[in-house]
């Protein structure tokens, strides 16, 4: 699109805010605005997606957490602007021109998630009901999980003549088959602490959550963006994701990760029944299981390489993930041992 085209598909919308646009650069959904007041950046949404995110944005405003790039209203109050069928909103433009390393920067962005759910975090009630039904839902899927594991190294092993890919599962479904195990353990431990318990605690998730969607302002301060995906939710939800993204790498001990983790606790702490539930999640081996399911039921000729590495990766995931929970659980040992150490006796 020529700068004249951008100028004038950008114009009316800008109308609403009395700005009038110098020049667009154009970021894929979103615009760099050059205008008489100022540089904007100007985001397009799906109509679909709707403007509920404004109202959670809002409500972390009015409780004190400003680490969100501002969303500016129009002249007549509005939020957003439908135009042609999608919706549009206003921010300033953050420089991002932060050159800390990326360590500090995830820091500040661990450190920041950890204030917004602080800020937001509300007890909310769950019936024993739904809670049970919860619990047996996930059983279900769990053992349908295992069910398919036995099932297919049954199958591998009776062959005389196993392909690469059967033979490389045979190799890793004892760590498969433990994490899956350790997984449904925690879960259960976790429906024990909380079966009679008809409280939960849920926050504002940020839902899309990457240091991509952390930018930093010319001072140095960091301010989460995308916040289209924002919604009550477990905090659970935020971490998972990211930290899933973190660990798929090769094999490595990722302490990095680790810290993370532990300095978001530090600011804020999981209860007990959290930290079983994130426990178990983490520990899920679902993307090994996907890539051995997929295999299974691929009809022949099967590109046996690309399984082959598939399978490999989602094993180093695997890895990665294992030496997080079980660094974790360590951790919180020792630190429980201390307390009760240092209780008098």
Known sequence: MSDSNRLE????????????????????????????????????????????????????????????????????????????????????????????????????????????????????????????EHYEKTIQQL??????????????????????????????????????????????????NTKESDKARMVITHGKLSSEHFLFDDRGYGFFINFENARYGSPIHDLLPYLSRALNTSPKRNDTALDWVFHYFKYFPFKEDEKLLFNSYLALPIPIMQVAESYYRKQRPKNEMKFVRQLQHRYWHLKNSEYIVMRMTEIENQQNQAKEGAQPQ
């Not at 205008?35 to 009015?62: C, E, M």
């Not at 957003?80 to 360590?103: G, I, T």
């Open 9 to 132: 598909s950008v114009s009316p919308i800008l109308k609403n805010y009395f700005i009038e646009p110098y020049f667009v650069e154009d970021f894929g959904i979103v615009q760099k605005i050059y205008s008489n007041k100022g540089t904007f950046a100007l985001k397009k949404i799906p109509p679909n997606i709707g403007t509920d995110f404004i109202r959670h944005v809002h409500l972390l405003y009015q409780k004190g957490f400003n680490r969100i790039v501002p969303i500016y209203p129009t002249m007549d109050g509005r939020y957003a602007v439908l135009h042609e069928n999608n919706l549009y909103y206003l921010m300033p433009w953050m420089p991002n021109d932060q050159k800390e390393d990326r360590e500090h920067k995830s820091q500040q962005l661990f450190r920041e998630l950890a204030r917004l759910h602080t800020l937001s975090a509300k007890e909310i009630t769950v019936s024993k009901e739904e809670r049970t």
């Open 143 to 192: 053992e349908k999980h295992q069910e398919f594991l036995d099932g297919f190294i049954d199958e591998c092993e009776k062959k005389t003549y196993m392909s690469p890919f059967e033979l490389l599962y045979c190799l890793y479904y004892n760590e498969i088959n433990q994490a899956l195990r350790f997984s449904k353990s925690k879960f259960e431990e976790w429906y024990e």
